[in-house]
């Protein structure tokens, strides 16, 4: 049984399908959640037992706000899930320059941002707990292996990769208490997926978005897409103890995706 009684946690991205899930799973464990999000979207779809922080994650200065208001408050930081992003689906002729930058904004410069802000109240924590504190940013299959019409989310979600791998080899030379992983979810139903496959339908890659949604489901060998719930329970295991020895890693959770 997975306990995170006592620590804090802050999840990005949290009125979103699997933003939602792993504060369910992470309060479910004993953990305090601070669920975050950008204003408008979020506060209304706040998840259940949180407390709730407007946060665009491309904001400098909202991260360093967070940080002293998460310092007066609780005093720590534990775990750390960097889970906003976007998923837009383009022709690559079509990206624009804006496009390609809002992406990377979000997905790549965002789990930076949080956890360049955030560090010092993780290594600050980290020594409470067998483990240390733990980061996970949620990076895609498409981190790992290309996607058409999707340059932009690929490049973005492969930085994230490799940015966790550096972190975890850099902290360690430090000594600093601080686990770096990241997670690479395979097709997950949610909000998301919903509007990607439409897209693909406007880009022509199929007749309709329920064929483009049927074509993805056969190509993860489990035959179905994931439900955000089996990405949180990733994501509450790398947060504990239990995954006290797993650091500049990546858990890939995609029912057989990248087997081939
Ligand atoms: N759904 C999938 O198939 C899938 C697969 C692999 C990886 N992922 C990744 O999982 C994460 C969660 O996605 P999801 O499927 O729950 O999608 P979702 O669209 O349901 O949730 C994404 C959340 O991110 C938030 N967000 C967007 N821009 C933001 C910003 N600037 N600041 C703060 N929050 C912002 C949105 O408001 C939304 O609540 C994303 O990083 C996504 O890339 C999803």
């Given at each position: 049984m997975?306990?995170?009684?006592g620590?804090v946690a802050l999840v990005t991205g949290?009125?979103?399908?699997?933003g939602?899930?792993?504060?369910?799973a992470?309060?479910e464990?004993?953990a305090v959640?601070?669920?975050?999000?950008?204003n408008?979207?979020?506060?209304a779809r706040?998840?259940?037992g949180?407390?709730?922080l407007?946060?665009?994650v491309?904001d400098?200065?909202?991260w360093?706000?967070?940080a002293?208001?998460?310092?007066h408050r609780h005093g720590?930081l534990?775990i750390l899930?960097?889970?906003?992003?976007?998923?837009i689906?383009?022709?690559f002729?079509?990206?624009?320059?804006?496009?390609w930058r809002r992406t990377m904004?979000?997905?790549?410069?965002?789990?930076?941002?949080g956890i360049?802000?955030?560090?010092?109240l993780?290594?600050?924590?980290?020594?409470?707990?067998?483990g240390?504190?733990?980061?996970?940013?949620v990076s895609?299959v498409?981190g790992?292996?290309?996607a058409?019409?999707?340059?932009a989310y690929?490049?973005s979600?492969?930085?994230?990769?490799?940015?966790?791998k550096?972190l975890?080899?850099e902290?360690s030379?430090?000594?600093?208490?601080v686990?770096?992983?990241s997670?690479?979810?395979g097709?997950?139903?949610?909000?998301m997926?919903e509007?990607?496959?439409?897209s693909?339908a406007d880009?022509?890659?199929?007749?309709t978005?329920?064929?483009?949604?049927?074509?993805?489901?056969r190509s993860?060998p489990r035959?179905?897409?994931?439900?955000?719930?089996e990405?949180?329970?990733?994501?509450?295991?790398?947060?504990s103890?239990?995954?006290s020895?797993?650091h500049?890693?990546?858990?890939?959770?995609?029912?057989?995706?990248t087997?081939r």
């Amino acid at each position: 049984m997975i306990s995170l009684e006592g620590t804090v946690a802050l999840v990005t991205g949290a009125a979103g399908g699997i933003g939602r899930a792993t504060c369910a799973a992470l309060i479910e464990a004993g953990a305090v959640v601070i669920a975050t999000g950008t204003n408008g979207t979020a506060a209304a779809r706040k998840p259940p037992g949180t407390e709730w922080l407007d946060l665009d994650v491309t904001d400098e200065a909202a991260w360093a706000a967070a940080a002293a208001d998460i310092e007066h408050r609780h005093g720590r930081l534990d775990i750390l899930v960097n889970n906003a992003g976007v998923s837009i689906v383009e022709r690559f002729e079509d990206v624009t320059y804006a496009s390609w930058r809002r992406t990377m904004a979000i997905n790549t410069d965002g789990v930076f941002l949080g956890i360049r802000a955030m560090l010092p109240l993780l290594r600050a924590a980290g020594p409470r707990r067998e483990g240390g504190a733990s980061v996970i940013s949620v990076s895609s299959v498409a981190g790992i292996v290309g996607a058409e019409f999707n340059a932009a989310y690929c490049a973005s979600k492969g930085a994230v990769r490799l940015l966790t791998k550096s972190l975890a080899l850099e902290f360690s030379a430090f000594g600093y208490p601080v686990r770096v992983n990241s997670i690479h979810p395979g097709g997950v139903d949610t909000d998301m997926v919903e509007s990607i496959f439409q897209s693909y339908a406007d880009v022509g890659a199929a007749e309709t978005a329920k064929i483009a949604y049927d074509a993805a489901v056969r190509s993860h060998p489990r035959g179905r897409m994931a439900k955000p719930e089996e990405i949180a329970a990733g994501i509450r295991f790398m947060a504990s103890d239990e995954a006290s020895n797993m650091h500049g890693s990546e858990m890939i959770l995609d029912g057989g995706f990248t087997a081939r």
